[in-house]
Each structure stands twice: as C-alpha cells, then as structure tokens.
C-alpha cells in the first residue's frame, strides 16, 4: 500500500516529484540502518525470536498512522514509514535465510521463491484496496482548502485522515495476530549457539564473491522494482490514459470488477488515479504468478539461469514500453512484474549459499542492500523531472543489465564455500 501514499501525499502536501519519492526514501533507509544491526541480533536471538521482534516493530509503526494522520503532517508520515519498514527490515534478515536452510540446498531458491509468491499476494491485492481507500476520492489544493469555511475545512481534514488511519490500523491488528500465532509455534533451532556474532563476521561474510555481488544486484533490483511500482500511477497518467480506458468497454468492466470484487465501491466513483490505479494489480499480479512458475522452474533449472532469461525478458519489455503509447505501453510495462517476480529469492539464495553459520550476516547485507529502493526511485524521480520518463527507464535497463551479469556469472562459476 506504500506505493499509492506516494500519489495520494503528493495532492495532499503539493510535493513535487522527487519530494514524493521521500516516502520511499524514509521506506528503504531502514534497510540501510537496521539490517546489520538485525543480522547481530538475530545471531543472538535466534530466528524466532528475530521474528517476533520484527512483526512487533511493524504492528508499533501502523499504529502510528493514526496520529501521523490526525495532525496532517508530511514528517510524521515519514517516521511512521520509518518505524514501519525497520519491522519488516528485522523480520525479512530473519525470515529470509531461515527458509532456504530448512531443506537441502539446492532447493533452496524453489523454496523461497515458493515463499516469496505468498508475500507477492500481498502485494497483488493491496494496490487494489489503495486505489480505493487511498487514491479514489478527490484531494483539494491549498487554494480550495482555504476557500472552506471552518467547519468545512475541520470535516475535510478529518476525512482526510480516516482515509489512511483505518486501513493502517486493520493491518496492526492482523499483525499482532501473527506475532501470537508465531508465539506459539515451535520452530526448530538452526543457529549454532557457538557461532560467530561479532561484527567482524560481517567483513568475513563479504570474502564470499557471490554475496558482494548478489549485495548489489539486489540493491539494483528493488531499486528498479519500487521505482517502476511507485511511478506506474503517474505514468499512465502522462500516457493519458484513464481516457482509453473509460474509451473501452473491456477495460471499463476489468476497473469494474477489480474496483466492486475488492472494495465494494461503484467505480464510477474513482477519480483518474483510481481508475489507472486499478492496472497496478497487474504488475503486482505478475510478480506473484511469476513466483509460483519460478518456484517450478528453479527447481528443474540452474537458479542462475532462469535468473538470466528473466532479466532478459524484463529489459525487453520496458524498452518496447518507453519506445511506444498507449495500451502497449501500458501492458509491456506492467508485464515486468512477472519477470521481476524470482529475482529476490533466487539472488539472495545465490548469495548466501556456502556461508554456514554466517547467513544472519549476509542476511543482514543483502538486507542492507534493499536500500536500492530509495536510491533508484530517488534517480528516476529526478530523471522524470529533468527529462522526462524515457530517461528514467533508461536507468530502470542499467540496472537490469548488472542483474544479467549476475546471473551470467553465478552460472560459469564454481563458487567454493566460504572458509571459517
């Protein structure tokens, strides 16, 4: 649901687009400071414990919400986000690595790609309940809000924030659900108690070439996944989109259907925003699809390989999106999700394979690294500003062309296993 805040904040507070982007920079930089720190702590704590801790933080920053939103205040958003993502921050360094060494390993990119889908599921749904509860009424200026009389102006803001207050507060409450069910579960104990939790482990976890590697194709791979995620609304917006789509029948019953399957609203009642909006169900759609096909695939395949073929598919669809309009470009781009979707898992099980007791570690760096996901956006954003969206995607392709020569590499390479 983050990536619909960032349209919706930006009406809200006027922003332009790179102070928009602040919402993902608040996001990610919590990968940047927490995940090592969660890699220590979860050497420590174990995983369940880890897990705990992590859905703890996350339920902490949804709650927050409801004052960020009551006071309508830009910053307290960003911490609310802040707090928020170190939950999730803890609870991926724990959840991540814990799945691929419940089996052997060479089904461990199946099996969290397998994991991965649940979470893209997630992922698929909630941009359509966003479009609805975040981006489907009509958000006035500063000028029209200073038109209002005072009642007026007091109802609005207050309508204003039950419109992000009450879905941010169902998610805490489903999270503390969890917290108790994981409570009560026993998981089986992996982490050797006499492993190394010193910092100086993470310096011996980076000896480990795949993981360097793997550290910054990750971080060019959320990097490209979020910005593509967070500017899809703005960019059917500039393709005009919302136009062709109230133009066709077919498209205005897939609004329909999406808009009264999951919300329950009358379409007709979605603005622009709303309507385009609906579409990002797809790419997020792909990527979960994508996950359970990866799933097979990395199962009967070289993980490295299928990693190459993906990446290849992704360059080629935002190329035919950038250089066309219309439809195409809209459905070439959203096509991207399904190539995203086993990039994450199957390189941070490249990346962590052969490090023993020492996978808290690279956890925790591969989980720094998903700060690509504020840096990118942040790059692209300026690029939308400057130039345009071409050369925006046109950064999107260098990044996946690193991830192509990730996969490449892994491939012709026989990776011997880090020494203790």
Same mark, same amino acid.
């Given at each position: ?36 720190? =969660? ?126 207050? =009450? ?254």
């Amino acid at each position: 649901m983050v990536d619909a805040l960032i349209p919706r904040l930006k009406e809200v507070f006027e922003l332009e687009y790179w102070q928009a982007s602040l919402v993902q920079m608040a996001w990610f930089t919590a990968y940047l400071l927490i995940s090592i720190p =969660g890699g220590m702590l979860i050497s420590r704590v174990g995983y369940k414990r880890g897990i705990l801790i992590g859905l703890g933080l996350m339920a902490l920053g949804c709650v927050l919400f409801y004052p960020a939103a009551a006071v309508r205040t830009y910053g307290l958003f960003l911490a609310a986000l802040f707090i928020l993502a170190s939950g999730i921050t803890i609870l991926q360094v724990a959840a991540n690595p814990y799945i691929s060494v419940l089996g052997d390993m060479r089904g461990a990119s199946s099996r969290l790609n397998l994991a991965q889908a649940f979470n893209s599921l997630g992922t698929t749904i909630a941009p359509i309940l966003a479009a609805a509860y975040l981006l489907g009424d009509h958000i006035k200026n500063t000028d029209e809000i200073n038109a209002l009389e005072e009642v007026a102006k007091n109802a609005y803001f207050e309508s204003e924030a039950a419109q992000v207050q =009450g879905p941010f507060l169902i998610i805490a409450l489903f999270i503390l659900l969890l917290m108790g069910l994981f409570y009560l579960i026993k998981l089986p104990k992996i982490i050797d108690e006499k492993s190394d939790h010193s910092a100086s482990s993470f310096l011996r976890a980076l000896k480990h070439k795949p993981l360097m590697l793997g550290a910054i194709a990750i971080f060019l791979y959320v990097g490209a996944e979020v910005a593509i995620g967070s500017w899809l609304t703005s960019y059917f917006m500039s393709l005009e989109l919302h136009i062709v789509i109230q133009e066709s029948s077919s498209l205005q019953a897939i609004v329909h259907f999406i808009s009264k399957t999951f919300t329950g609203k009358d379409p007709s009642l979605l603005d622009p925003k709303g309507i385009v909006g609906s579409f990002v169900f797809f790419y997020w759609g792909g990527a979960m699809i994508g996950r359970f096909v990866g799933s097979l695939l990395t199962g009967i395949m070289q993980p490295s390989k299928v990693l190459a073929y993906f990446t290849l598919g992704a360059i080629a669809l935002i190329l035919i999106s950038v250089s066309s309009t219309g439809l195409l470009a809209m459905w070439t781009i959203i096509g991207v999700g399904l190539f995203n979707s086993i990039m994450f898992p199957t390189i941070f099980t490249l990346a962590i394979a052969g490090l023993g007791d020492l996978k808290p570690q690279g956890s925790g760096i591969l989980c720094t690294a998903i700060f690509g996901g504020a840096i990118i956006p942040l790059i692209t954003g300026l690029c939308f500003d400057l130039a345009g969206f071409g050369l925006g995607f046109a950064v999107l392709t260098l990044c996946y062309l690193f991830i192509l020569f990730y996969g490449r590499f892994i491939s012709r390479n026989q990776i011997p296993p880090l020494q203790a």
